[in-house]
């Protein structure tokens, strides 16, 4: 393809990035793809990155649609506009920077670090990588006006990218994410960052919020005196090249457990990810080798975080002995669980408590709160959804835990954001309890299903890049508003939510009702019988989302292989059903 084939918009701006105020490797970049990959120019070009449900994010290279030394330094700019309007008052604007593990990740962050301090705002940066998590608790420790981390979660090497936390420790919510992206539109020229000055505005900081991080941790412990009992439970954990390789296991120990067993060959944080295709412990094959430690040494537990330790995979082993890996949702159901269960033993339940989900997750969260008489809110996909629920309800509630299928979960309100870290000592401390009682985690898991019902979920991810795959997500969520089934795998539709226009719809009366949630490009199909189907595109990689739900009984605990193959086969069929496979 040619560059007169191209749409001209693209070239225009792809030919601004050939000026002198770019540095030479840029401009050197960025004129051989104009030459010889054009292809790869318009998707470098055809947009600019903006804030989605996991802030800025993208493919690192050359371009106003990459991670750059001049897309982090503008979005970086319009954060400190945005800022200081918001705040004219303060004697003192505060920010915290973290990063993690990434290629270019310590780069970035000195960025965007050398950007606020040049436009006169405080920045604490940390000394080397650390958790997302704790770049949240740190917000809220050092009394920040905003915090920035580097990383791109669990996606590909390739890719990187740059969350914002607002002053509550929480990721920029509606409208704050919006007014930053105005503010960085209105930057017409990358003239415009202040790329140097006031360096002395910058403090490098590091194991003294390390030990305050790790002490509020620690005071989450509900069963300090069954750890001391079962403080040999025998763990294997692995980073998986990520952040969690030192504060993961120095929390445990913390805790009383005694027995971690690591992933050596996975606990040397490196951006290329050697030992594995995908750094996303929701993956399997990322988990091998912690699969294969487990079986060797015979382990009670696996755990895995991704490379900045907000979302944690776990593997436990069921009644054959087999390891087997558990999705979030039935990850998110056991620590929900025993988190009630606790607080209602130790006579913490005022009547005030809730919990927390996104609307994606599993609705035996809310069955198992609700049993304990604990409110569940429900929110958008997204932790910071969670976190805006947290902030509005501070001083009137009491926020116990909460979680997303996606791996990601919280225990208290010192840290808004999910935190794997925390996450992995509250599982390990809910498989010590378990063990007390004589049960596996398995085994306490189908107690649950037994005692709920049996819930089971299947998440299909479709993945379509650049620009001609973004249209065609579009064209996909269109065609569903326009046209929605009627019927599922010979299943009726009873009822239809969709967040974007913020309606419920009853099928067979035709009632409508609001749906009181901000708008979001989200399609729910509820069917006969209590099964579900979401449909979401991605807001953080170039993917649509497929989420299917079934609901059975299980009123036998004997019968759960029999009963779990006859819901994985009615999870098979409707996926079928929608021809995705």
């Not at 700019?77 to 920077?97: C, D, H, M």
């Not at 989200?522 to 991605?538: A, D, H, M, N, Y």
Request: net charge neutral.
């Amino acid at each position: 393809m040619s560059l007169q084939n191209i749409d001209p918009n693209i070239v225009t701006k792809a030919t601004g990035w050939l000026s002198e105020i770019y540095d030479p490797a840029t401009r050197k970049a960025v004129q051989d793809m104009m030459n010889n990959h054009t292809t790869e120019l318009i998707d470098s070009f055809y947009r600019n990155l903006e804030f989605g449900t996991g802030g800025l994010r993208g493919i690192m290279g050359a371009g106003t649609n990459r991670m750059n030394k001049y897309t982090v330094g503008t979005a970086t700019q319009g954060l400190a506009n945005y800022i200081k309007k918001t705040f004219p008052g303060s004697e003192e604007i505060r920010a915290v920077i973290a990063f993690d593990s990434r290629n270019q990740s310590p780069y970035f962050a000195r960025i965007a670090a050398e950007v606020l301090a040049a436009n006169g705002i405080k920045v604490f940066l940390f000394d080397s990588l650390r958790p997302t998590p704790e770049l949240s608790f740190a917000v809220r420790k050092l009394k920040c006006h905003t915090g920035i981390v580097v990383t791109a979660s669990h996606n590909p090497k390739e890719y990187n990218g740059y969350k914002v936390y607002w002053s509550d420790g929480g990721q920029l919510v509606p409208p704050h994410d919006k007014n930053v992206i105005a503010e960085v539109q209105k930057i017409a020229s990358v003239e415009d960052v202040k790329f140097s000055g006031k360096e002395d505005n910058i403090e490098i900081i590091g194991e003294e919020i390390d030990k305050a991080y790790l002490a509020t941790l620690k005071s989450l412990s509900l069963s300090p005196e069954i750890i001391r009992k079962q403080q040999d439970l025998k763990i294997v954990y692995t980073a998986i090249h990520g952040t969690g390789y030192k504060l993961v296991p120095e929390a445990l120990k913390k805790f009383g457990f005694n027995n971690v067993i690591t992933v050596k060959e996975q606990m040397e944080p490196d951006g290329n990810f050697p030992t594995v295709v995908s750094p996303n412990p929701e993956e399997k094959a990322a988990m091998q080798m912690a699969l294969d430690l487990a079986q060797k040494e015979k382990a009670d537990i696996i755990l895995a975080t991704d490379p900045d330790a907000d979302r944690v995979g776990m593997g436990v082993r069921d009644n054959a002995g087999n390891y087997i890996l558990l999705n979030g949702n039935q990850s998110a159901s056991l620590l929900i669980y025993y988190l009630l269960s606790q607080w209602k033993a130790k006579g913490k339940l005022t009547g005030k408590e809730f919990i927390a989900k996104t609307i994606v997750t599993s609705e035996l969260l809310k069955d198992i709160a609700d049993s304990f008489e604990v409110e569940t809110f429900d929110v958008l996909t997204g932790f910071k959804y969670i976190a805006e629920v947290i902030r509005e309800n501070e001083g009137k509630k009491q926020f116990i835990g909460g979680g997303e299928e996606s791996y990601g979960y919280l225990i208290g309100d010192a840290v808004r954001d999910k935190d794997a870290v925390a996450s992995c000592a509250m599982l390990c401390e809910t498989a010590a309890w378990a063990r007390e009682q004589g049960l596996s985690m398995y085994q306490m898991l189908i107690d649950i299903y037994h005692e709920y019902g049996f819930y089971l979920e299947e998440l299909v991810s479709i993945t379509k890049k650049g620009k001609s795959g973004a249209e065609e997500i579009q064209q996909m969520m269109a065609d569903y508003r326009s046209n929605p089934p009627k019927e599922i795998n010979g299943i009726k539709v009873v009822k239809i939510k969709d967040y974007l226009i913020q309606k419920e719809q009853h099928v067979s009366s035709g009632e409508v009702k609001p749906i009181n949630l901000p708008k979001s490009d989200v399609l729910q199909f509820f069917l006969e019988g209590g099964s579900k189907i979401t449909v979401r595109p991605s807001g953080t990689e170039p993917k649509i989302k497929f989420y299917f739900g079934v609901k059975g009984q299980l009123q036998d605990k004997a019968k759960f292989e029999e009963v779990n193959r006859k819901m994985r086969e009615k999870l098979e069929e409707m996926i079928d059903a929608m021809k995705l496979r």
